[in-house]
């Protein structure tokens, strides 16, 4: 099981990112994803998941109407559109898929928010 983030960046208040989960190593299509976040000294909290099919979404409050999850099983990809960034925001984003007991994790990507 394989999870590459990419698309992290610097933007400035207000600014979008899209966020790119490639994955490989497992039937992509049949598990729910995950988008985590962890800025410096906090725990890692959950910011949106989308179902297998994509048919069912979870936002974090902080970023309902402002984030965006989807996923492209044909490219084995998901997805985490970010806009109105706010510095709050400021993290690594992980994705992640659980596999019974077992949770796999990519490396991360680094968003950071600054004018």
């Known amino acids: 099981v394989q999870l590459v983030e990419s698309g992290g960046g610097l933007v400035q208040p207000g600014g979008s990112l899209r966020l790119s989960c490639a994955a490989s190593?497992?039937?992509?299509?049949?598990?729910?994803i995950h988008w985590y976040r962890q800025a410096p000294g906090k725990e890692r909290e959950l910011v949106a998941r989308i179902t297998s099919a994509g048919g069912t979404t979870y936002y974090q409050g902080s970023v309902k109407g402002r984030f965006t999850i989807s996923r492209d099983n044909a490219k084995n990809t998901a997805y985490l559109q970010m806009n109105s960034l706010k510095p709050e925001d400021t993290a690594a984003y992980y994705c992640?898929?659980?596999?019974?007991?077992?949770?796999?994790w990519g490396q991360g990507t680094q968003v950071t928010v600054s004018s």
């Open positions: 190593g497992f039937t992509f299509s049949t598990y729910t």
């Open positions: 992640n898929v659980l596999m019974g007991l077992h949770g796999y």
